[in-house]
């Protein structure tokens, strides 16, 4: 006698063959072109049973009535989940976030506290800037009034004295056909008035914020332990390109006799002037094109002891990727031609398209290219506040290669 089916209690969503392999692999993604259409409609952001072609049951979903990525896996087969609980589990997954920093992240005020699916979150950013929280909202589900009432209900738990503003992505809404709304505080401290500036700390060094500037989030928290390891290797004449508000640069600067920080945003650098006199440096800092300056000063014969190369992404998708690596070689060649012997290149990649076995190739031909010997001493990821959810290799995508040119 055959077992029954288990009942399913949230609408069905079947899955193509590919669909499901790719699930049954481990990814949390499901693109559109590989789910079968519901046969009723859906709300957005609802939570929805997924079933392989065969109809067994792999787990729930979070669905998008629009973005090309369908549905994002919230939980295994093991157990159902039940839309009643959905905001409860939201909510403890943001404190199970928050409770895992607090145990890995040491001498930093500031570290990303929930990254969307490394910790099962799909479609929520949180950073914290000592007491200001920011957060990005990326999917319709995480933009339903009761799960964003969870996010900030275990957020004021935890952070009571602090700021939560929320950074809107524009193109995001649209994609996901969710209606405009503007970037501001959604939550002030229990005692005082809401902040949107603040100084913190990191690897024993103080940084402004200014939760209305800045890229992304804010800072480029995901290179903080990198920070601290390039600062050990780092000596003499020192240039950090794309040094943006200066986080290479301040580290370096602690073990070097000069350091020249380059970047192409006025608005930047004077952040990182800022930034610079908090914590009594002089670094000379630099407003230039990066290709530019790396060739004006190759040419001119100028030397280095230390060079970080930290790029803003090359290859936002994968048709970007020779364009990229073209890039990514020039910058890196004529950082080697630049240094002495015995210096130090830390290059970086946050290009998830360009994996860290291409960027080695490439920074393995740039080598042959400038004729120097080159010595691995370190291939370093993310910050283990972004952690790696296996099966998702796009929560993987920062590579830093610290080595010795001879």
Same mark, same amino acid.
């Given at each position: 006698?055959?077992?029954?089916?288990?009942?399913?209690?949230?609408?069905?969503?079947?899955? #193509? @063959?590919?669909?499901? %392999?790719?699930?049954?692999?481990?990814?949390?993604?499901?693109?559109?072109?590989?789910?079968?259409?519901?046969?009723?409609?859906?709300?957005?952001?609802?939570?929805?049973?997924?079933?392989?072609?065969?109809?067994?049951?792999?787990?729930?979903?979070?669905?998008?009535?629009? =973005?090309?990525?369908?549905?994002?896996?919230?939980? =295994?087969?093991?157990?159902?989940?039940?839309?009643?609980?959905?905001?409860?589990?939201?909510?403890?997954?943001?404190?199970?976030?928050?409770?895992?920093?607090?145990?890995?992240?040491?001498?930093?005020?500031?570290?990303?506290?929930?990254?969307?699916?490394?910790?099962?979150?799909?479609?929520?950013?949180?950073?914290?800037?000592?007491?200001?929280?920011?957060?990005?909202?990326?999917?319709?589900?995480?933009?339903?009034?009761?799960?964003?009432?969870?996010? *900030?209900?275990?957020? !004021?738990?935890?952070?009571?004295?602090?700021?939560?503003?929320?950074?809107?992505?524009?193109?995001?809404?649209? *994609?996901?056909?969710?209606?405009?709304?503007?970037?501001?505080?959604?939550?002030?401290?229990?005692?005082?008035? %809401?902040?949107? %500036? #603040?100084?913190?700390?990191?690897?024993?060094?103080?940084?402004?914020?200014?939760?209305?500037?800045?890229?992304?989030?804010?800072?480029?928290?995901?290179?903080?332990?990198?920070?601290?390891? &390039?600062?050990?290797?780092?000596?003499?004449?020192?240039?950090?390109?794309?040094?943006?508000?200066?986080?290479?640069?301040?580290?370096?600067?602690?073990?070097?006799?000069?350091?020249?920080?380059?970047?192409?945003?006025?608005?930047?650098?004077?952040?990182?002037?800022?930034?610079?006199? *908090?914590?009594?440096?002089?670094?000379?800092?630099?407003?230039?094109?990066?290709?530019?300056?790396?060739?004006?000063?190759?040419? =001119?014969?100028?030397?280095?002891?230390?060079?970080?190369?930290?790029?803003?992404?090359? @290859?936002?998708?994968?048709?970007?990727?020779?364009?990229?690596?073209?890039?990514?070689?020039?910058?890196?060649?004529?950082?080697?031609?630049?240094?002495?012997?015995?210096? #130090?290149?830390?290059?970086?990649?946050?290009?998830?398209?360009?994996?860290?076995?291409?960027?080695?190739?490439?920074?393995?031909?740039?080598?042959?290219?400038?004729? !120097?010997?080159?010595?691995?001493?370190?291939?370093?990821? &993310?910050?283990?506040?972004?952690?790696?959810?296996?099966?998702?290799?796009? #929560?993987?995508? *920062?590579?830093?290669?610290? @080595?010795?040119?001879?």
């Amino acid at each position: 006698m055959k077992a029954s089916k288990p009942a399913i209690t949230n609408p069905p969503i079947h899955l #193509t @063959a590919r669909g499901a %392999a790719r699930v049954k692999g481990g990814h949390v993604w499901v693109y559109r072109s590989d789910i079968k259409e519901p046969k009723q409609k859906l709300e957005p952001g609802a939570l929805v049973a997924v079933l392989d072609e065969k109809g067994r049951i792999l787990g729930d979903a979070l669905y998008s009535t629009a =973005s090309l990525i369908a549905i994002r896996m919230f939980a =295994s087969s093991r157990e159902e989940t039940l839309a009643s609980d959905l905001a409860e589990i939201v909510g403890n997954r943001v404190a199970a976030a928050i409770a895992y920093r607090d145990e890995i992240v040491q001498q930093s005020e500031a570290c990303r506290l929930v990254f969307s699916e490394a910790d099962f979150l799909p479609g929520l950013i949180v950073d914290r800037y000592e007491d200001i929280i920011t957060m990005q909202v990326l999917t319709q589900a995480m933009d339903r009034p009761d799960l964003r009432d969870a996010v *900030l209900q275990s957020l !004021r738990e935890h952070f009571p004295s602090a700021t939560v503003y929320e950074r809107v992505d524009e193109r995001i809404r649209e *994609l996901e056909h969710l209606p405009p709304k503007a970037s501001g505080v959604v939550a002030k401290p229990q005692k005082g008035n %809401a902040k949107t %500036a #603040t100084i913190f700390n990191i690897n024993n060094l103080r940084f402004h914020y200014d939760v209305a500037s800045g890229q992304k989030t804010g800072a480029f928290l995901d290179q903080r332990d990198n920070y601290a390891a &390039a600062a050990q290797y780092a000596r003499g004449d020192a240039l950090d390109v794309f040094t943006y508000q200066g986080g290479f640069a301040l580290h370096l600067y602690q073990n070097c006799r000069r350091v020249t920080g380059v970047d192409s945003s006025r608005q930047a650098l004077e952040v990182a002037e800022d930034n610079a006199g *908090l914590n009594g440096y002089n670094v000379d800092w630099v407003e230039a094109n990066a290709f530019d300056y790396l060739k004006d000063q190759s040419t =001119s014969g100028r030397m280095y002891d230390t060079i970080v190369l930290d790029p803003p992404a090359f @290859a936002k998708t994968r048709k970007n990727f020779d364009t990229a690596i073209r890039g990514y070689k020039e910058l890196n060649l004529r950082a080697l031609k630049m240094l002495r012997a015995g210096g #130090t290149l830390i290059t970086c990649s946050c290009s998830f398209h360009v994996s860290e076995a291409e960027f080695l190739e490439m920074l393995t031909a740039a080598t042959a290219d400038a004729r !120097r010997r080159v010595r691995v001493l370190e291939k370093r990821n &993310a910050a283990k506040d972004h952690p790696v959810l296996l099966g998702v290799p796009e #929560t993987n995508y *920062l590579k830093c290669i610290i @080595a010795r040119v001879e």
